[in-house]
């Protein structure tokens, strides 16, 4: 019962008792088929038989017609036998018979009784004298005579007898062959399932190095690929992951550092007020870095948890732009950008109003840190589509296009690009953005860079 546990014991016994149900399923059916059809054959030869006899079983006299039954008898292999029949009470007596020494008995043959009875042709099997016969009784039309033949089925029962030795015989390989076959079927397939099993366990260990195998295209295969696409998924968070800690460790560790020198550096008594000073705005700027990155990794940490709370809205994106405009004017002016506003239609989306400025800030902030002094910044609103658009655009160097894409990733930034940004804005916005059923999307060029929010508009403008 032990073996009974294990899928390899499961299809070898299995594939035996399939093996032994057809060959079962044969027997069954062959051999009672085969026996029928040799005795239906039987008994159509000697009911044409004696059909021919009955048409001249009066037409000789008794003494030519017993010489002519005996002949016929020999050339059939069968008994004939001409009954006569008497009665009420009806009762057969024997006009002529092929074997005159046991005539005794065969008065009271079954079959004969009932052609005699009914009147037609009948035929059936009779048990006599420690053999089985075939038996067929044909009434001669006006006349009291019927005539009956009766032959052995020794040979036909002895071909069903060779049949039903050759299956059994038969079955003796053919059990081999099916343990041979599940033998050979459950090993293959077994190996297969112990790599998987080995693969998962690697997985489960945390080594994601090695690929797992899948062979052929059945359904250990299918799964075999659906724990290699696991794992390479696994792997690919995994790296992810490990990225993410080393870049969030560096961009930690630049401000840390940078404070500690500026710590050190006031802690001597000969440095003059000015010189403090500097070292004061340093330490602020670094202590702000630090309080944008930590934000940004809460954020973060929150959307990757799913731990999020929107409240979307109907949200005029108007009135939001203006707002933002008069918040970076004084750093537009700092940095000589001039800022300008864009708003082509009053358009209403439905969003959450504190992620909306989140992402407007991200962007604008972008924009004015990695532009060109003296180059223009303008946020505005366009509606289009459908979709509430809010639109940042620069005249700035624009952005590669192989890496416009890749902007969006976290921790990336542009070869060159300032060292004050974390590489994680635009990360935090796209995704911010998804999450209110937007999107944020970057078209750039030499001279032009479009940042776009792509927004649903709110349901009461849909219906207008």
Same mark, same amino acid.
């Given at each position: ?10 299809? !070898? ?25 040799? *005795? ?10 004696? &059909? ?55 008065? #009271? ?11 037609? *042709? $009948? ?14 009784? *044909? ?31 038969? =079955? ?39 690929? !797992? ?6 359904? *250990? ?21 490990? &990225? ?6 560096? &961009? ?28 004061? @705005?340093?330490?602020? $700027? ?46 537009? @002016?700092?940095? &000589? ?15 959450? @109003? ?12 972008? =924009? ?7 180059? #223009? ?32 990733? +976290? ?18 916005? +796209? ?30 403008? @849909?219906?207008?």
């Amino acid at each position: 019962m032990k073996a009974l546990r294990n899928v390899s014991g499961q299809l !070898i016994t299995a594939l035996v008792v399939l093996v032994l149900v057809a060959l079962a399923t044969s027997y069954l059916v062959v051999v009672p088929t085969l026996d029928h059809q040799l *005795v239906s054959n039987r008994l159509d030869g000697l009911q044409r038989a004696a &059909e021919g006899i009955a048409v001249g079983a009066t037409s000789d006299d008794r003494f030519s017609f017993q010489t002519r039954v005996e002949n016929s008898a020999s050339a059939l292999n069968a008994r004939i036998i001409v009954f006569s029949t008497v009665g009420p009470p009806l009762k057969l007596l024997v006009y002529a018979d092929s074997r005159l020494a046991n005539s005794g008995a065969i008065v #009271s043959d079954p079959i004969a009784l009932k052609a005699a009875k009914n009147g037609r *042709v $009948a035929r059936g099997t009779v048990h006599r004298d420690g053999a089985n016969l075939a038996e067929v009784a *044909v009434p001669i039309t006006g006349s009291p005579y019927l005539v009956l033949l009766s032959g052995s089925l020794r040979e036909a029962k002895q071909s069903v007898a060779a049949v039903r030795k050759q299956l059994l015989i038969a =079955a003796i390989p053919s059990l081999l062959i099916a343990l041979l076959i599940g033998v050979l079927g459950a090993r293959r397939l077994t190996s297969r399932i112990h790599r998987l099993e080995r693969g998962a366990d690697r997985i489960a260990a945390g080594s994601l190095e090695q690929p !797992i195998e899948a062979e052929g295209d059945d359904e *250990v295969g299918q799964l075999a690929r659906s724990f290699e696409r696991m794992r390479q998924r696994l792997a690919q968070l995994d790296e992810a992951r490990r &990225e993410f800690i080393a870049n969030a460790s560096h &961009e930690l560790r630049t401000p840390i550092f940078a404070l500690s020198g500026s710590l050190e550096l006031l802690s001597e008594e000969e440095m003059d007020e000015a010189n403090r000073q500097e070292f004061l @705005e340093t330490m602020r $700027a670094q202590v702000d870095r630090l309080n944008r990155l930590a934000t940004a990794l809460l954020d973060l940490s929150r959307l990757d948890a799913d731990k999020i709370d929107l409240a979307r809205e109907p949200l005029a994106l108007t009135p939001l732009v203006e707002s933002l405009k008069r918040e970076f004017e004084a750093a537009a @002016e700092l940095s &000589e950008h001039p800022l300008s506003t864009s708003n082509d239609a009053e358009t209403i989306a439905e969003a959450d @109003e504190q992620r909306t400025l989140q992402i407007g800030r991200i962007l604008l902030e972008n =924009a004015l840190v990695h532009t060109p002094r003296g180059i #223009s910044v303008s946020i505005g609103t366009e509606q289009e589509d459908g979709r509430s658009l809010l639109i940042v655009e620069d005249g700035g160097q624009g952005i590669p296009v192989d890496q416009q894409e890749r902007i969006f990733e +976290r921790f990336y930034r542009l070869e060159g690009e300032k060292s004050s940004g974390s590489g994680l804005g635009l990360a935090i916005a +796209r995704e911010w953005a998804r999450r209110m059923n937007g999107d944020l999307a970057v078209d750039s060029r030499l001279g032009a860079t479009r940042f776009v929010l792509s927004l649903p508009l709110a349901k009461n403008e @849909e219906d207008d």
